[in-house]
Nanobody, 117 residues
Framework: QVHLVESGGGLVQPGGSLRLSCTTS????????MYWYRQAPGKDREFVAL????????AYGDSVKGRFTISRDNSRSTVYLEMNNLQPEDTAVYYC??????????WGQGTQVTVSS
């Protein structure tokens, strides 16, 4: 059974940093790309970042480019999201996601990030 569990969210002041983690189990982690998405209240879920199966390729949403970094540790079946220079508009629930097949898509439960002074 596939499980994705996010952690590391919290309250941070503008300009601050957080590191999110997504620990996974139940599938061959090193064979699949991993994604981070976020959803703010009243808004659609938004793509944040992705990393290829071996971490050799990454991509970012326009709103986070240059501030966020995605990485993965295949030995720990874990993907990370380092977030720097956080701004109030980054406030959202952040979700970890993977796609095993077009029909088999898995999401974590999310972790809340709040950026406020």
């Amino acid at each position: 059974q596939v499980h994705l569990v996010e952690s590391g969210g919290g309250l941070v002041q503008p300009g601050g940093s957080l590191r999110l983690s997504c620990t996974t189990s139940g599938f061959m982690f090193n064979a699949y790309g991993m994604y981070w998405y976020r959803q703010a209240p009243g808004k659609d879920r938004e793509f944040v970042a992705l990393t290829s199966s071996q971490g050799l390729s990454t991509a970012y949403g326009d709103s986070v480019k240059g501030r966020f970094t995605i990485s993965r540790d295949n030995s720990r079946s874990t993907v990370y999201l380092e977030m720097n220079n956080l701004q109030p508009e980054d406030t959202a629930v952040y979700y970890c996601h993977t796609k095993i097949t077009p029909q088999e898509r898995y999401w974590g439960q999310g972790t809340q990030v709040t950026v406020s002074s």
